[in-house]
T-cell receptor
Framework: QKEVEQNSGPLSVPEGAIASLNCTYS??????FFWYRQYSGKSPELIMF????GDKEDGRFTAQLNKASQYVSLLIRDSQPSDSATYLC????????????FGTGTRLTIIP | DAGVTQSPTHLIKTRGQHVTLRCSPI?????VSWYQQVLGQGPQFIFQ???????GRGNFPDRFSARQFPNYSSELNVNALLLGDSALYLC???????????????FGPGTRLTVT
């Protein structure tokens, strides 16, 4: 079992709709969860982080965390073509270091 | 403020050669981590340095080494390059481990290494 799993996609969403990206993780002791956006040929850009169960909203983005189900998701409201990118879920499990463990990413395409 | 900077942007090396990649963190950040990203995969953790000390090492061979300088910049060295070392090498900086909850990490633009 992979430590962090994501559906690789591609996920196609019409412009203006809600895009829903999902991620599961295997280490039940994980405490910190991050979503990065990566455009083709570029480096990952941090868009959201969440530490506590529940929802965290920032503009059009909402991160949701359910530690009991070991599940974290990212919702993008009012999707725009500029949201087309690969979204990487990352987890920190060990407070001794800051090792981010990434999923393979979900490729999102917003259709105009 | 400037973000994380990395040099060089691109690099082409031959098998067996050595390479040094450089990273400067965001001003005020004391922690630097290195990641390798091959096409189609998420980044893989190589090293983390905080206050010039190694705080973590990923599952990479001893050909990979790193260090952090007093100004918190960092170098990643790779010896005896293999074709499989071709990848995007990413540096990330953060304030540090934090008080129980790690601070978020910000990535630089990366160095694209091609080994022929």
């Amino acid at each position: 079992q992979k430590e962090v799993e994501q559906n690789s996609g591609p996920l196609s969403v019409p412009e203006g709709a809600i895009a829903s990206l999902n991620c599961t993780y295997s280490d039940r002791g994980s405490q910190s969860f991050f979503w990065y956006r990566q455009y083709s040929g570029k480096s990952p850009e941090l868009i959201m982080f969440i530490y506590s169960n529940g929802d965290k909203e920032d503009g059009r983005f909402t991160a949701q965390l359910n530690k009991a189900s070991q599940y974290v998701s990212l919702l993008i409201r009012d999707s725009q073509p500029s949201d087309s990118a690969t979204y990487l879920c990352a987890v920190i499990s060990n407070f001794g270091n800051e090792k981010l463990t990434f999923g393979t990413g979900t490729r999102l395409t917003i259709i105009p | 403020d400037a973000g994380v900077t990395q040099s060089p942007t691109h690099l082409i090396k031959t098998r067996g050669q050595h390479v040094t990649l450089r990273c400067s963190p965001i001003s005020g950040h004391k922690s630097v981590s290195w990641y390798q990203q091959v096409l189609g995969q998420g980044p893989q953790f190589i090293f983390q340095y905080y206050e010039k000390e190694e705080r973590g090492r990923g599952n990479f061979p001893d050909r990979f080494s790193a260090r952090q300088f007093p100004n918190y910049s960092s170098e990643l060295n790779v010896n005896a390059l293999l074709l499989g070392d071709s990848a995007l090498y990413l540096c990330a900086s953060s304030l540090g481990p934090g008080q129980g909850i790690p601070y978020e990490q910000y990535f630089g633009p990366g160095t694209r290494l091609t080994v022929t």
